[in-house]
């Protein structure tokens, strides 16, 4: 099929490259010139692994790059909006981006053309862009509108895209459904598993993926509604691991025994210092403005952000709690991004947290194997940025690990012990056992689990109890 999709940030670029892969023709278009220049060079402006082999496969074959959406509407049978949805300062999704789109869309309906909603956006949407292209002279019968929301995780994009727990699609007709049914085939079908040539299947995929079609409505709630909830699960494992510590139970048994439950599963039972990135910030904030606008004080999700904030200042109260002062404090830093795998920095909490230690006073080193060129942007030259996790730590006060990185979970302690001047380490994402941390002579704090400690420190500090302040 011939398929346009209209915004080449993270989801358009991942959809239109994995449409290539299942066979599509697709053009890729963006109103940002240097990125339409940078990717018909052939760079790829985010780290996500997989898309860089998949982009030198296809690019100039099966994927164009254009900055005419007109003439990219009218050569396709498909066309998916995926630009920005990002919040007001009300807390809304300001959809103007989706609203121009439709606009420019509704000129180059030359045939029968889906046009599909990929952006996460409130319910109604896509009622409203059918409003937009119609007021703008296109006829009824023209075109139709679909919902097709989009799961993958940064991190892990392609691979979410290519082996999706489930497809949505929401339509309102039967002209439509054949059309995304088309399109999501070799996925469905199973056909694209059986390839050579397909990206490995990772881990506990199930497939082929299930396509669930539902109305235009229904889909758009079941965006926001799922990751609505999934934050919702990060905050509640964040509160019970405060819990934890304040009676010295130990969280990860806690998740074991309550991720077991089949009702409930492991998943998302992880805490840290709170969840980030560009979706559920500005999601939960949509969909609490969503269910305001329909009368419903969604008090729920005020609380899921909430202890989402708290539990930043909770890390803080720790680090200030061991460290004591913190002016003129050397901290190495590890990790950037708002989670592993990814360069995404937007709403990352240890880029919030890096702010605030830097408010003050201390002095950072920091390491990210793919943020530090997105950090420097926002933080100038305010902190160090080091070649690796060694280079971080040596000579530091402490170490804070930020992002669950891989690689920050398999270093060498007995070399990272030797670097820092004192061997403390607190940890936001839990990545070290902390008996194995005591036996390498580490102070070692991490969320939700007694502290191991090597030294002699205050009451309070001891038990790993932060204070509310
Ligand atoms: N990033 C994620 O992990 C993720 C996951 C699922 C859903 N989403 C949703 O997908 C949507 C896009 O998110 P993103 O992270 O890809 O955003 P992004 O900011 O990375 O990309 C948006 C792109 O749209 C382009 N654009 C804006 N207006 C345009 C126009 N009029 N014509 C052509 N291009 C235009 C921008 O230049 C940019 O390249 C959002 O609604 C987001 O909530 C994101």
Redesign the pocket.
Known sequence: MRIAV???????LVTGTCFADLGHDVVL????EP?LVALARGEVPIHERFLPELLARHRGKRIQFSGD?QAAVRQSQAVFI????PPTEHGDADLS?VE??AREISGALNEYKVVVE????PVYTSQWIRTIILRNGAEPGAFDVASN??????GT?VTDFLYPDRILAGVESERCAEVLREIYAPLTSGAYYSRGDAIPRPDGAQVPPRLILTSTKSAELIKHASNAFLAMKISFINAVASICESVGANVQQVCEGIGTDSRIGPRFLNPGIGYG???FP??LLAFRAVARECGYEFRLLDEVMRINEEQRHRFLRKVRGVLWTLRGKQLAVLGLAFKGGTDDIRESPALLLVQELLREGCRISAYDPAAMERAQQVLGSNIEFTQDSYDAATGADALLILTEWEEFASLDLTRLRKLLKYPIVIDGRNLYDPAVMAAHGFTYYSVGRPAALTEDLPAGIRSNKTERS
């Open positions: 209209v915004g080449s940030g993270y989801v358009g278009v963006d109103n940002d990125k959406l995926a630009v920005g949805t981006y121009s789109v990929k952006s996460t956006v929301p989009e799961f993958l995780r940064e994009a990135g560009s979706c500005k999601d």
